[in-house]
């Protein structure tokens, strides 16, 4: 895996704040965002689904109250509610929440510049369909760029074009949606899902029952008796009928396009389900799989007189993704288009599918595909879908002109997936399929969305080839990447260690493989702060890759920089900073002086002097490294950012702090305005902020940043983020500097619980947090606590850090001063006081 952390460079450019994708940031060109600025919409355009059966009856009190809603006239609960109004359904399944959606959406089309419809099962087919957009009023620009560019294209576009309507259709998790309604204002947003908790910060909830028996029975006539009035035998019939199928919209579609389709009078049809439910053996079904159960039956009897091929697709459709699916992924399993065209049209009939508008693709409704892998034996259909969608893979490797391809066909490889049969047998094709799709994300920096496909392709794989073939190595290497990338560093050590300890024993110690497992293992050991081990696989490392590759392969670079931060974090500087400037001397050889690996090792050899104190040397680099992101990069990439926050970390740690803080805050500025209030970098610029503060004596502006930056942590981060507990941290320590003991205490006593829980006793940051707890204990005069944290810090600081690291100096000054006093002793000084944990996030990204 590639850990050198570098971005490509980009022309004159702006940032968008694609949210969706692990709070991804992305680089359009300006041409791009020029056309995002003056694009208008073309007459016509916007993308609403086909309603299945097209008739559409009652909810009026649902939709008043929608409309009400959405434009302000009540209550008004979304992420930024003075800016943009959201409104979410909840109901079962088959309910027609999506339907009450469309409705809405049709009725006040021409209130809007734009709508569009977006499936929201995942953060995926979120990117998908926002990237849709793109591809309807910009095709000039997403021909040839990824799903990220696409999507951002059109938050771009949103952002400057007010008065749309976005609907999130079906929404498995509602954080998902949390960042795009941040990022996204100046429109309507509305969301379907089957889940009516998680939504207190996002949206009101409307919760949508089943219809009312009128509505229910009018829905069911109309269907059965198109154009023409029905009897009151038939409506009394239709209202037996509608009560038996619990008045689920579903139902009744189904149900009516049966009744239409064979002639059969709606009594003689109720009376035959009544059998169906004696015969049924699935009785402890969910309420409204059991309802759809019922009419199953009746409705595949009739399909397969009519078109045996239609059962086939339908069954085939069971396992795919439930919208979107392409006309060309089902065409191997027809004979030839018109026999397609004709089985489709059978299913559409009797509203067993809904076409795209363009009617080059289908649609299912979930319900009906759960029912139909519940109840189909020997998985039918599983085959057909898993060739559909082998044969539609993009052949070779991903070309830019196959990103369209990726992404239509991504969630029907989820989809794949997900419904794995419990009993499955593992398929050697299958386990590449989804080894295909996941390299395609990985190749789109989405490894954490990948986690799924990697998990199956490594089951499969150990199977059918055993657990050391190379293949499975392979595999098992890139799930453990993949929960690195997500954060997952408990799952993600144990697949590594198992992998080297493979790769030693089936590729020999030298092999490039094994050179590449045993730098990951030694990345995600420092990532754990478990520097001990970290270390001596660093250095092996970086030895045989010289051995085998030579002084300046581009991976000899990597792995040396890398060592240089490992020594860092541990303290070494004394190896650590001439690794960084030999890698440093090396990329300007190599690869030249704006190149990003030369930016980067610039930046990184800056901070190691700023850690060891020679301020001088480390302004001058960030200074000349700033000046290059400027030039090369723009003035508001996330770089050029960054890079501005590290001088103005090295300027306040020279105490210029004149200087310091207006950078702090054009950059906290900047990514307000490109990345929004709770993106995670605007929360550290603003962290970053208020220590500026803190250490000019400004608590009165220092103390409200820090509360505003931890209540803003908890509530994206959660309460024990390693951030979240870095920010309070250094809220306790903003408290203690204005005396209040009172409310700095407790806030060092749970983040040192916290970091304990969470990290574990001796990882770097919970031996911070300990000493800083002694520290508070004893300004409190209480050295009866303070003196025993003293010596457990101590202790740690100097098995994990060794002696001369200066945490460790720290601690055992410290403690060599609260043993010397016998009462409390004022606050020291900066030197000699708490461990401010601000320095410890500002090079995370860096390496």
Request: glycine fraction near 6%; aromatic fraction near 6%.
């Amino acid at each position: 895996m590639n850990v050198s952390g570098d971005r490509p460079i980009g022309a004159e450019s702006v940032q968008v704040a694609l949210s969706g994708d692990h709070a991804q940031v992305t680089v359009l060109p300006e041409q791009a965002a020029h056309w995002a600025r003056t694009v208008e919409v073309p007459t016509g355009a916007g993308f609403l689904p086909e309603s299945a059966s097209g008739v559409f009856v009652g909810r009026e009190e649902e939709l008043t109250s929608l409309r009400r809603m959405l434009t302000g006239e009540g209550a008004a609960a979304v992420v930024q509610p003075r800016r943009t109004s959201a409104r979410a359904i909840s109901g079962l399944g088959g309910v027609g929440k999506s339907a009450l959606a469309l409705r809405y959406a049709h009725r006040y089309r021409d209130s809007y510049t734009l709508v569009w419809w977006v499936s929201a099962e995942s953060p995926e087919t979120i990117v998908s369909g926002l990237g849709r957009i793109t591809e309807q009023l910009c095709p000039q620009w997403a021909r040839g760029c990824g799903p990220e560019e696409r999507a951002a294209w059109a938050i771009a576009w949103l952002q400057a074009h007010p008065g749309w309507l976005l609907v999130f259709d079906n929404v498995e998790d509602p954080s998902h949606l949390r960042p795009y309604l941040g990022t996204l204002s100046g429109g309507h947003h509305l969301a379907t899902s089957r889940r009516a908790t998680g939504w207190h910060a996002l949206a009101p909830v409307m919760p949508l029952g089943t219809l009312p028996p009128d509505e229910a029975t009018g829905l069911l006539c109309s269907l059965a008796f198109p154009g023409q009035t029905a009897t009151a035998e038939q409506r009394e019939a239709a209202r037996q009928l509608a009560e038996d199928l619990g008045c689920l919209p579903l139902a009744l579609e189904q149900a009516g396009a049966y009744a239409y389709r064979t002639g059969i009078d709606l009594d003689t049809y109720r009376r035959s389900l009544d059998l169906v439910l004696v015969l049924d053996d699935n009785r402890d079904a969910p309420s409204p799989e059991r309802t759809i159960a019922r009419i199953w039956d009746h409705t595949l009897t009739a399909l397969t007189a009519r078109d045996p091929l239609a059962v086939t697709l339908l069954h085939a459709m069971a396992w795919l993704a439930p919208d979107g699916i392409p006309r060309t992924l089902l065409a191997p399993l027809a004979p030839h288009p018109l026999a397609l065209a004709n089985a489709l049209g059978e299913l559409h009939a009797y509203n067993m599918v809904a076409f795209t508008p363009d009617r080059q693709g289908v649609g299912v409704h979930r319900l009906v595909q759960t029912v139909l892998r519940n109840r189909a034996p020997q998985a039918l259909g599983r085959e057909e879908a898993e060739q559909a969608v082998r044969r539609a893979l993009p052949s070779g490797d991903s070309r830019p002109d196959d990103t369209l391809d990726w992404e239509r066909l991504l969630p029907h490889v989820h989809a794949l997936a997900d419904t794995t049969p419990l009993h499955a047998t593992a398929s050697a094709e299958t386990a590449d399929t989804y080894e295909r799709a996941a390299q395609y994300l990985h190749r789109q920096g989405r490894d954490a969305h990948t986690i799924n496909l990697r998990e199956h392709t490594l089951a499969q794989r150990v199977e059918v080839l055993g657990d050391t073939h190379p293949d499975t190595l392979t595999s098992r290497n890139n799930l453990a990447g993949a929960y690195e990338s997500a954060g997952h560093l408990g799952r993600a050590i144990p697949l590594y260690e198992t992998t080297l300890a493979q790769r030693l024993e089936v590729l020999g110690d030298t092999h490039p493989h094994t050179l590449g497992s045993r730098n990951n293992l030694a990345y995600v050991y420092r990532a754990a702060g478990d520097l001990a081990r970290a270390l001596p696989l660093y250095e092996t490392t970086l030895a045989q890759y010289v051995e085998v590759l030579g002084d300046t392969h581009p991976d000899t670079l990597n792995s040396r920089n890398n060592l240089a931060y490992a020594y860092r974090a541990a303290g070494d500087l004394a190896r650590a900073i001439p690794l960084y400037k030999t890698t440093l001397a090396q990329r300007l050889e190599v690869l030249g002086d704006v190149h990003p690996d030369t930016l980067n090792s610039r930046n990184n050899l800056a901070g190691a002097y700023r850690a060891a104190g020679d301020l001088q040397q480390a302004i001058a680099l960030y200074e000349t490294t700033l000046a290059q992101y400027l030039e090369v990069l723009g003035d508001t990439h996330p770089d050029t950012v960054s890079s501005r926050n590290n001088l103005a970390g090295a300027y306040q740690s020279a105490g210029d702090l004149k200087r310091a803080i207006p950078l702090f805050e054009t950059t906290l500025a900047q990514r307000l305005e490109v990345l929004g209030d709770t993106h995670p970098d605007t929360l550290n610029s603003r962290h970053s902020l208020a220590g500026a503060y803190r250490a000019a004596g400004d608590l009165k502006r220092a103390i409200p940043l820090y509360e505003t930056t931890l209540a803003q942590h908890v509530e994206v981060l959660g309460e024990t983020h390693p951030d979240t507990l870095n920010s309070r941290n250094n809220l306790a320590y903003a408290y203690q500097s204005a005396g209040d003991l009172r409310r700095a205490i407790p806030l060092y006593e749970t983040t040192l619980a916290q970091h304990v829980e969470v990290l574990g006793e001796t990882h770097p940051h919970t031996l911070t947090s300990r000493h800083n707890l002694a520290y508070a204990y004893q300004s409190a005069g209480d050295l009866k606590r303070a003196i025993p944290l003293y010596e457990t810090t101590l202790a740690q600081h100097v098995e994990v850090l060794g002696e001369t690291h200066p945490h460790t100096l720290t601690s055992r000054k410290n403690l060599a001063y609260a043993l010397e006093s016998a009462k409390a002793v004022q606050q020291t000084d900066a030197a000699t006081g708490a461990l401010d944990s601000d320095s410890q996030s500002l090079f995370r990204t860096s390496e």
